[in-house]
């Protein structure tokens, strides 16, 4: 049974950093591309950052490129969004997912059949 849980999220003032982890079991993890994706109230859920199986290639939303940092460690079957300079724009809830073995790393959310819970990320201005 394949289980994504996130932690570190939190509430932070505009400007601040927080750093998100999502730690995967029931798959070969380096075999996997991972995403997070983001979902503010009222809105549609969003791609925020993906990176491939060996972590060598990332790609980033226009919206959060240069202040966030996509990154895993397969070894510990964990991947991680570092969050910088965030804004209250921000605000959402923050789910990792996982593609299908051996894909590239996507913007699409349907190429991602295993979800996290999601944490709550909050920025007050």
């Known amino acids: 049974q394949v289980h994504l849980v996130e932690s570190g999220g939190g509430l932070v003032q505009a400007g601040g950093s927080l750093r998100l982890s999502c730690a995967v079991s029931?798959?070969?993890?380096?075999?996997?591309?991972m995403g997070w994706f983001r979902q503010a109230p009222g809105k549609e859920r969003e791609f925020v950052a993906s990176?491939?199986?060996?972590?060598?290639?990332?790609d980033y939303a226009a919206s959060v490129k240069g202040r966030f940092t996509i990154s895993r460690d397969n070894a510990k079957n964990t991947v991680y969004l570092q969050m910088s300079n965030l804004e209250p724009q921000d605000t959402a809830v923050y789910y990792c997912?996982?593609?299908?073995?051996?894909?590239?790393?996507?913007?699409?959310?349907?190429?991602?059949?295993?979800w996290g819970q999601g944490t709550q990320v909050t920025v007050s201005s």
């Open positions: 997912a996982s593609g299908r073995p051996y894909q590239s790393n996507t913007p699409d959310p349907s190429d991602y059949p295993y």
């Open positions: 029931g798959l070969t993890f380096s075999s996997y591309p």
């Open positions: 990176i491939r199986r060996s972590g060598l290639s990332t």
